[in-house]
């Protein structure tokens, strides 16, 4: 069975802090993506990690992806109010006919 | 460029009456998939498409319809609506190339009274 797990799947965290969500995925698969989710709203993708070792930043966000241990990673550093959203992972089995699979999303709520 | 457009963005729905939830994208691309989200959870997939005239079910396909007659169309039927199909329902397209990922429409919050 095809199981995308996210943890925590609730964080509250003071402004300047550091924090990482945690991305486990159940078979194997080189393309994770990360999005991020403001309530009522659509999905922003934020990073498309398509290899093994693969590291992104954008901003206060950094994502990376070890394909062996199944594992990405979205860390925050120094958190402001404005990353206050949802975020999830989902994992990328369109070669096995089963298109994207979700984690149930982080909601991160970042205290000023 | 206007990416993944959806309609309607919102619909109250008796039970037991039909609609259809319109997705199109012109970036011509090759994937297209409906999910609805539920409170509390992660999307779940309902049908895709990995080209025009090539449908498929995902996760949870009972009481929809799907085509693709062309590639920028890929529209939702709801055949009798029920109270549990109250939800979001989101739109996505993705190039074949796996170079991107998937771009996602605005979606429909639909409610079945």
């Known amino acids: 069975e095809l199981k995308v797990e996210q943890n925590p799947l609730f964080l509250s965290m003071q402004e300047g802090k550091n924090y990482t969500i945690y991305c486990n995925y159940s078979?194997?698969?080189?393309?994770l993506y990360w999005y991020r989710q403001d309530p009522g709203k659509s999905l922003e993708s934020l990073f498309v990690?398509?290899?093994n070792g693969a590291v992104k930043q954008e901003g206060r966000l950094m994502a990376s992806l070890d394909t062996k241990a199944r594992l990405s990673t979205l860390h925050i550093t120094a958190a402001v109010h404005d990353l206050s959203a949802t975020y999830f992972c989902?994992?990328?089995?369109?070669?096995?006919?089963?298109?994207?699979?979700w984690g149930a999303g982080t909601k991160l709520i970042i205290k000023p | 460029n206007a990416g993944v457009t959806q309609t309607p963005k919102f619909q109250v729905l008796k039970t037991g009456q039909s609609m259809t939830l319109q997705c199109a994208q012109d970036m011509n691309h090759e994937y297209m998939s409906w999910y609805r989200q539920d409170p509390g959870m992660g999307l779940r997939l309902i049908h895709y498409s990995v080209g025009a005239g090539i449908t498929d079910q995902g996760e949870v396909p009972n009481g929809y319809n799907v085509s693709r007659s062309t590639t920028e169309d890929f529209p939702l039927r709801l055949l009798s609506a029920a109270p549990s199909q109250t939800s979001v329902y989101f739109c996505?397209?993705?190039?074949?190339?796996?170079?991107?990922?998937?771009?996602f429409g605005s979606g429909t919050r639909l409610t079945v009274v």
């Open positions: 989902a994992v990328d089995y369109r070669d096995s006919n089963y298109q994207l699979i």
């Open positions: 990690l398509l290899s």
């Open positions: 996505a397209s993705s190039s074949n190339s796996a170079n991107y990922g998937y771009t």
């Open positions: 078979t194997t698969s080189d393309r």
